[in-house]
Structures are given as structure tokens and as C-alpha cells.
């Protein structure tokens, strides 16, 4: 893995491989972040560290072994992250009497245990350095109910939870976070709902765009460091 120093700092983005996470990863860099893409799928993440000069960082944001050797290797000489963006997650939908253990689980795991997993790791060298942004990608569904949406609400309400925690704890500290709170996003996580064919579900024409919601990103990690953004919630106008 090449080293990468920008000269705005270093950033991670998790859930880089795809939609939301790749955007995010594109508009950082173009910002003058050096990014470190992460995710699962290493040939994905090793052609976008290419064509955004950043570094393809393979691991399970599940797995905590996984992510302190992610951390380990961003850290590598010293260089404190400057911004973290939690944007790795899935998405399933049923009905409460169909959503099984192995559902819920999956949802819990990725986008709820998965964030503590990652901002654990890397909080305690922001604190170090008294600077720092996490950026936790949660959902319209962490404040509002929907039909068929008990597994990814349950880990997006989860999420608002822990994040609300985290503003708490680094109060005074230097580090900002930001809980970034979109509507439905055209991604291809809606490949196989066909949404446009459901009457209960907004049609891609709809929804926000990926980029939108890297704007959003760019816009609060582009801020002062004396500037805080707690929650920003994104929808189409």
C-alpha cells in the first residue's frame, strides 16, 4: 500500500466499494484529502485508490481484528486521521413477522457494531491530537418509521443512540462528529427491491443522488475546526 500524506490530512471512508462511501471517498479527495478507501471487495477498492490517488485499505468493519489493523496501518508513522466517515452498511427489507435472527443480526452488525467498531479504533488518536471529525452515515429510518424497515431501523435508531453518546463524551475535546441523516439514496442497494415497481416505496427518480450526500460531507468536513455540525438531515426538496 502506497503512503499517503494530502494536504489537507488523512481520511477513511468505509463502505467505499459503492454508492454513498464512493462518493464520499471521490469528494474528499477531490478536496485535498488523502483517503483511504475501505471495504471488502479489494479489486473495487483498489481501482478507485487509483484514480483518486488515495490507498485501498481491505477489511470487515465487523470484525474488530479486521479493524485494528486498519488502524495500525493508517497510523503508520504518526499521522493522525483528520476525518473518519462511517458510510459501510446494508439494507433489508420485511415485514416484522419475516424479519429472521440472521436479518436482524446482519443489519445490527453492519451498521450499528460496525460504526462503534471503527470509531473506536480511531477515536483515541483524534482525542490525542484534540482534532478530528467522525462522520456517521445513518438514515431517515433512525427517526422515522417505516413498513418493513424493523432490522435497518433498529440499527439506524441504534446509531442516532450511539452517536448522541459520542457528542457527549467528546464535548471540549477538539473532536467533531457528525451524524449525517439522508432520505432514500438511488444506490444499487435497491437493485434487488425494484423500487419503481413498489407503490410503498419512493422510485429512484425520487430519491437523493450518492453525490448529494457526499456534498453534505465535503460541506462539514471542509468547516473550521471550531465549527460543529451534530446532525444534518438531507432530503429532496
Known amino acids: 500500500m502506497r503512503r499517503v500524506v494530502g494536504r489537507r490530512g488523512r481520511a477513511l471512508v468505509t463502505g467505499a466499494t459503492g454508492g454513498i462511501g464512493e462518493a464520499t471517498a471521490r469528494r474528499l479527495a477531490g478536496d485535498g484529502f488523502k483517503v483511504f478507501v475501505g471495504g471488502r471487495r479489494f479489486e473495487r477498492l483498489e481501482r478507485l485508490a487509483g484514480e483518486i490517488d488515495g490507498a485501498a485499505l481491505p477489511f470487515d468493519v465487523t470484525s474488530e481484528a479486521e479493524v485494528e489493523l486498519a488502524r495500525a496501518e493508517v497510523e503508520t508513522g504518526g499521522a493522525p486521521l483528520l476525518v473518519l466517515v462511517n458510510a459501510a452498511g446494508v ?16 443489519n445490527l452488525e453492519a451498521n450499528l457494531v460496525g460504526t462503534v467498531n471503527v470509531t473506536r479504533a480511531f477515536l483515541p488518536g483524534m482525542l490525542a491530537a484534540r482534532s478530528g471529525l467522525v462522520i456517521n452515515v445513518g438514515s431517515v429510518a433512525g427517526w422515522r418509521a417505516f413498513p418493513e424497515n424493523s432490522a435497518y431501523s433498529a440499527s439506524k435508531y441504534g446509531l442516532r443512540g450511539f452517536h448522541d453518546v459520542l457528542l457527549e463524551e467528546i464535548r471540549g475535546t477538539g473532536v467533531r462528529a457528525c451524524l449525517l441523516e439522508p432520505g432514500a439514496v438511488d444506490t444499487p442497494i435497491w437493485d434487488p427491491l425494484d423500487p419503481d415497481a413498489s407503490p410503498h416505496l419512493p422510485s429512484r427518480g425520487q430519491m437523493l443522488r450518492a453525490a448529494d450526500v457526499a456534498r453534505a460531507a465535503g460541506f462539514v468536513a471542509g468547516l473550521p475546526a471550531d465549527v460543529a455540525v451534530p446532525l444534518l438531515r438531507i432530503e429532496r426538496a
Open 91 to 106: 439494507f433489508d427489507l420485511a415485514a416484522v413477522t419475516q424479519t429472521s435472527g440472521e436479518m436482524l443480526r446482519r
